[in-house]
């Protein structure tokens, strides 16, 4: 019964290509976010939705395009796939309207772009 | 924006303590989070401080401290284990968004 689960685990793919990472939650969160950690570790936001809502969209090219379907869901749609994509990354949920506001991450989706 | 600064490597040994200090420059404050990352795993939560003081969770720690921008958690009795990195994560007043620092590489030896 994993909480946050993401797939794929592991993304290799040619430049220039389109990709999705799908990513769900089981925790009845009602905030979902997309990370970026690249190869020196630092992790950074890319996205966040609220209810579904977009409430964060950090200076992201537009070849990323993440979809919420419903608060359980959060997808992230790569198009033209650069190099500079490949990168660790990880969906996150937490509850923020009532809960303690940890976000807990899902196991990650190593993306090499070649 | 946020600026969060923590030292990038320390290393210690079994049964020792190590602090890991983070400092930050923000134009919000909402929070500091402290999460483990296990060399290629997800981060996890450890520590969450949005008052001044000190929080304490078993052999681990973190203190926070508003008005000097500043936080460390506290690793006692440390174990192989521990391991891992340590991420400093500072949360904004208006959004839900967490800015992290880079994270502090903890080496234990045996």
């Known amino acids: 019964d994993t909480a946050v689960s993401q797939t794929p685990k592991y993304l290799v793919t040619q430049m220039g290509n389109d990709k999705s990472i799908k990513c769900e939650q089981n925790l009845g969160h009602d905030t979902m976010y997309w990370y970026k950690q690249d190869s020196k570790k630092f992790l950074k936001i890319m996205f966040s939705?609220?209810?579904?809502?977009?409430?964060i969209n950090e200076t992201v090219p537009n070849r990323f395009s993440p979809k919420s379907p419903d608060k359980a869901h959060l997808n992230l749609h790569i198009n033209s796939l650069e190099l500079g994509d490949s990168a660790v990354y990880f969906c996150a949920s937490s509850q923020e309207t009532t809960g303690g506001n940890e976000q807990f991450f899902g196991p990650g989706t190593r993306l090499t772009v070649l | 924006g946020q600026n969060i600064d923590q030292p990038t490597e320390m290393t210690a040994t079994e049964g020792a303590i190590v602090q890991i200090n983070c400092t930050y420059q923000?134009?919000?404050?909402?929070?500091l989070f402290w999460y483990q990352q296990h060399a290629g795993e997800a981060p996890t939560f450890l520590s969450y401080n949005v008052l001044d003081g000190l929080e304490e969770k078993g052999r681990f720690s973190s203190f926070l401290s508003r008005s000097k921008g500043y936080s460390y958690l506290l690793l006692k009795e440390l174990q192989m284990k521990d391991s891992a990195s340590y991420l400093c994560?500072?949360?904004?007043?208006?959004?839900?968004?967490?800015?992290f620092g880079a994270g502090t590489t903890v080496t234990v030896r045996a």
């Open positions: 939705y609220n209810n579904k809502e977009l409430i």
């Open positions: 923000t134009s919000g404050f909402n929070g």
């Open positions: 994560a500072v949360r904004d007043l208006d959004d839900y968004k967490l800015s």
